[in-house]
């Protein structure tokens, strides 16, 4: 059946979230009549992980976005493969899919973009020339989908970006029990867990999180803090933990899946406190896993927050993460509502189903 269904490959580069939601999307389209490839400009955090679910991927090991040579692979591997469609996420892997598109016939390319892409000094300027080759402009969520009206002008009023937030599966179940899990960490069987994570770079304020831990720590001393993820700051991150907090009372878990979804089983709060500029996996996890989740008033977590999904605080505001973890911790019921609802709305935002529908329809029209 696969191979009787039209082929779109999913080119992106490493952007944190990406790759998830493309692992949870690719079941499903196949379920909606498009067998899907997803091609990775670099190296893709979780290759392993998504063969093992037999999701065909490529990566294109290249040095930076503009390699002529990693170019050159994917224009080969799309003269071979010849896709009905290519659906490219970011302005790196849109500006890649049109200069390498197989032109006779012309391959339609699609483009879903968030505000990392809006963040770039000159990516009006590129928007608006590309716009009009694309069969579609997706929006990743409401804000990015203002923005993009904003720098495109007349080209967003004759043709406005839809709006398809990508979608997310919940962790798997863990491995470890929570005790097993305390114990590998060295953390007291007791001991009451705040979780965040997201890639290790200094635009994330790990360090903001560090300092807001030891706040609660004052009024919560059995609490401990897990930070998951990998990055570039890992090492100035665990340095600075050790030089604020006690080491015993902070772990950093990598990037293993395993160890992430033991501590988002344990965890009692969800921190999300960095100016997120695209849906955070971990946010969707945690929200999907029905945690009370305190993050920082980004635009992005806004979309989130309607019906008291999340706890907003203001950005930097380590008292106020303080005061709402405080409450979470203190009031069983409050922590309760919060979760339930963060696990409604991530129900609805996040439906793996709903999405492959939507971008099903697209896909037809735009290869039509």
């Known amino acids: 059946m696969r191979d009787s269904q039209p082929r779109v490959l999913h080119l992106c580069d490493n952007r944190e979230g990406v790759a998830e939601s493309l692992a949870a999307l690719a079941p499903a389209l196949t379920a909606v009549g498009w067998n899907a490839t997803i091609g990775v400009l670099g190296r893709c955090a979780i290759s392993n992980e998504l063969r093992a679910a037999r999701v065909d991927v490529v990566e294109f090991a290249g040095r930076g976005h503009a390699d002529p040579l990693m170019w050159g692979r994917l ?25 390498t598109r197989p032109r006779r016939p012309r391959v339609p390319v699609a483009a879903t973009l968030d505000l990392r892409d809006a963040a770039v000094t000159w990516t009006p300027r590129v928007l608006r020339s590309l716009a009009p080759q694309l069969a579609a402009v997706i929006a990743a969520d409401e804000p990015t989908q203002r923005s993009l009206a904003s720098m495109l002008g007349d080209v967003a009023r004759r043709s406005p970006a839809a709006v398809i937030p990508p979608p997310f599966a919940p962790l798997p179940p863990p491995a470890a029990s929570r005790a097993e899990a ?3 960490w060295n953390f007291p069987a007791e001991a009451r867990l705040i979780l965040t994570a997201g890639r290790l770079q200094r635009i994330a304020y790990v360090d903001e999180a560090i300092w807001a831990y030891e706040l609660v720590r004052v009024l919560h001393p059995g609490t401990r803090l897990a930070i998951a993820g990998a990055g570039p700051d890992r090492e100035r991150l665990e340095r600075f933990a050790r030089q604020v907090s006690d080491p015993e009372c902070i772990v950093f878990l990598g990037d293993q899946r395993d160890e ?47 019906g008291d999904a999340l706890a907003i605080v203001p950005q930097g505001g380590r008292a106020e993460a303080t005061r709402a973890t405080d409450d979470f911790l203190q009031d069983a019921e409050l922590a309760a509502k919060y979760a339930a609802a963060a696990r409604q709305r991530a129900t609805e935002r996040f439906a793996v189903e709903k999405a492959a529908d939507a971008y099903a329809a697209l896909y037809a029209a735009a290869a039509s």
């Open 260 to 306: 992430l979804s033991a501590a988002m089983a344990a965890a009692e709060v969800y921190w999300q406190l960095g100016p997120s500029v695209g849906t955070p996996p971990g946010l969707a996890q945690a929200m999907l896993a029905g945690k009370p989740i305190v993050a920082s008033d980004a635009a992005v977590h806004g979309t989130l927050a309607a």
């Open 182 to 184: 305390f114990a590998h």
């Open 75 to 99: 224009a080969r591997r799309l003269r071979k493969d010849r896709p009905a469609l290519i659906h490219a996420w970011g302005v790196p892997a849109t500006m890649a899919a049109l200069l």
